[in-house]
């Protein structure tokens, strides 16, 4: 048997960004078949990491990307309301459990 696990997302802390850059360029050089890219801190201070924006501060709020709509399921439309119901829970429990109460709109 063998295993294989692919890792979409990592998050790292660097003193700086040579550092960053630094171990960049190692972790790429120890495949030719994968390819990291970085990503560093916004002017502001803040990254964003899969559905979460972490501020400088090391609060969390939801992130959504530019390309984001907005749309989800239509509540009239002819889904299962378990369906419809998962829907709107799992977004209350992501801003609930992923953001600091500061950056609750409620």
């Known amino acids: 048997h063998s295993y294989c696990h692919f890792v979409d ?5 660097f003193r700086d ?5 630094t171990f960049l360029t190692f972790i790429n050089s120890l495949s ?4 990291f890219t970085l ?3 916004s002017p502001d201070g803040t990254i964003p990491f899969i559905n979460i ?3 400088p501060e090391k609060s969390t709020s939801v992130y ?12 009239n439309s002819c889904t299962s309301t378990t369906f419809k ?22």
């Open 9 to 13: 997302n990592s998050l790292g802390s």
């Open 17 to 21: 960004r040579l550092h960053a850059d």
């Open 32 to 35: 030719d078949n994968l390819t």
């Open 39 to 41: 990503e560093h801190p």
């Open 53 to 55: 924006l972490i501020h």
């Open 64 to 75: 959504r990307k530019p390309t984001h709509t907005n749309l989800q399921t239509h509540y």
């Open 85 to 106: 119901d998962s829907v709107i829970r799992s977004l209350m429990r992501n801003a609930y459990y992923l953001c600091f109460p500061q950056h609750l709109n409620v």
